[in-house]
C-alpha cells in the first residue's frame, strides 16, 4: 500500500505504543498456555518484548518477512526466516500453545503467509486494518484502511517551530 497525499497520518508515540502493547497484554494474559512468542519482523520485535514482559513468555522466536519496500510500498511478501527448532517442536497441534504477535495488520498479505506455517496459533497485533482484521484473533485499535500509521521507531525527534510561527505544525 502506498501513501498517497488522501491518506490519513496517524503518528504513534513511544508512550503510546508502550499503553497500546501493554493494553494489548491485558487482553492475552489470563490462563492461556501460551508457551512461546513468534514475532514477525520487524515491526512484531518491540511489541512482543512488552507482551513476553507482560505475560512472563521467555520462548521468543522470530518470523521474518519482508513485504514493505522504502517504508512505503508493499509489494510481494517473501519469506527469510521461517520458525526455529524450538517453536517447531510446538507445532504439532498447528501452534495451538504459541503467540503470534505484529505491530500491524493491514491488507492480510503477511498475516496470511504466517497463517499458513501456524495454522493454529494465537494472533495478535496492536493495530488492525479491516482488509486483515479477520486474520487476527486478538488486537487493540482498529484503525480504517485508508490510515497510514507512523511508528515510533520510523519517526526522529526534532525541533518543531510554534503555530503562531506561521507553521502548520
Not at 482488509?131 to 520510523?154: A, C, H, K
Amino acid at each position: 500500500m502506498s501513501e498517497p497525499s488522501s491518506q490519513k497520518a496517524f503518528p504513534v508515540s513511544w508512550e503510546q505504543f508502550h499503553r497500546d502493547a501493554r493494553a494489548l497484554s491485558w487482553r492475552l494474559s489470563g490462563d492461556r498456555g501460551f508457551e512461546a512468542i513468534v514475532c514477525i519482523t520487524r515491526g512484531g520485535l518491540v511489541p512482543a518484548l512488552i507482551i513476553a514482559r507482560e505475560l512472563g513468555i521467555r520462548l521468543i522466536d522470530t518470523v521474518c518477512i519482508a513485504s514493505y519496500h522504502d517504508y512505503k510500498e508493499q509489494g510481494a511478501a517473501q519469506i527469510l526466516k521461517g520458525v526455529g527448532p524450538e517453536v517447531a517442536a510446538l507445532t504439532a497441534d498447528g501452534g495451538t500453545r504459541i503467540l503470534l504477535i505484529d505491530d500491524l495488520v493491514d491488507t492480510g498479505k503477511t498475516a496470511r503467509l504466517v497463517r499458513d506455517m501456524l495454522p493454529k496459533a494465537h494472533f495478535a497485533t496492536v493495530y488492525a486494518k479491516p482488509m486483515g482484521r479477520p486474520l487476527v484473533d486478538t488486537f487493540v485499535t482498529e484503525v480504517s484502511q485508508d490510515t497510514w500509521i507512523y511508528f515510533p521507531w520510523d519517526l526522529g525527534l526534532s525541533f518543531q517551530p510554534p503555530i503562531r510561527d506561521g507553521h502548520p505544525g
